[in-house]
T-cell receptor
Framework: DAMVIQNPRYQVTQFGKPVTLSCSQTLNHNVMYWYQQKSSQAPKLLFHYYDKDFNNEADTPDNFQSRRPNTSFCFLDIRSPGLGDAAMYLC???????????????FGDGTRLSIL | AQSVTQLDSHVSVSEGTPVLLRCNYSSSYSPSLFWYVQHPNKGLQLLLKYTSAATLVKGINGFEAEFKKSETSFHLTKPSAHMSDAAEYFCVVSSYNFNKFYFGSGTKLNVKP
């Protein structure tokens, strides 16, 4: 089945130690998103790629970076994780071609990040 | 500007009784609207979507929602709750060009035996 896969499902890192989360998709969608979700809150958009174009949200900390080497893969890098970065990180994809298609987002199961 | 308001943060129903989760939206154009469900430690699963076709939308697992433009609402309903429906539900509206999606704050559904 076509899907969005996030690895690992659980990640533990130390305060200040860089960490990378990965996301892959077999849907061939042109847009990929990274969300941060803290307990009992809605997902918060960090950034998204529209094809190769990177779009950062204004309030996303500089500590968060992303790479999309090809259509299928996208990475979230946290350069110096702080305790406040402990959260679930969700990757999503969608197919956007103007207003044609009106496709929803498809989500992975997330990576739960813990900071020691 | 687009926004979504989910009117109830928590809803509790008994198994076998109807479910109503309320969502109001604000949009400067004809929106596309979605309902997602999230079980603990899982990603979001699409329940249904409205994209300017039929105003009554049927989704998976017996859920449906009705788009009411005059009331700017998109409430989610199910005739008979099942224990497996206990989860968090998010109402989402898309941006005009579908690049971005705006989430409501979520409604936690509790189903009592």
């Amino acid at each position: 089945d076509a899907m969005v896969i996030q690895n690992p499902r659980y990640q533990v890192t130390q305060f200040g130690k860089p960490v990378t989360l990965s996301c892959s998709q077999t849907l061939n969608h042109n847009v990929m998103y990274w969300y941060q979700q803290k307990s009992s809150q809605a997902p918060k958009l960090l950034f998204h790629y529209y094809d190769k174009d990177f779009n950062n949200e204004a309030d996303t900390p500089d500590n968060f970076q992303s790479r999309r080497p090809n259509t299928s893969f996208c990475f979230l890098d946290i350069r110096s994780p702080g305790l406040g970065d402990a959260a679930m990180y969700l990757c999503a994809t969608s197919r956007v071609r103007g207003r044609i298609g009106n496709q929803p987002q498809h989500f992975g199961d997330g990576t739960r990040l813990s900071i020691l | 500007a687009q926004s979504v308001t989910q009117l109830d943060s928590h809803v509790s129903v008994s198994e076998g009784t109807p479910v109503l989760l309320r969502c109001n939206y604000s949009s400067s154009y004809s929106p596309s609207l979605f309902w997602y469900v999230q079980h603990p430690n899982k990603g979001l699963q699409l329940l249904l979507k409205y994209t300017s076709a039929a105003t009554l939308v049927k989704g998976i697992n017996g859920f449906e929602a009705e788009f009411k433009k005059s009331e700017t609402s998109f409430h989610l309903t199910k005739p008979s709750a099942h224990m497996s429906d206990a989860a968090e539900y998010f109402c989402v509206v898309s941006s005009y060009n579908f690049n971005k999606f705006y989430f409501g704050s979520g409604t936690k559904l509790n189903v009592k035996p």
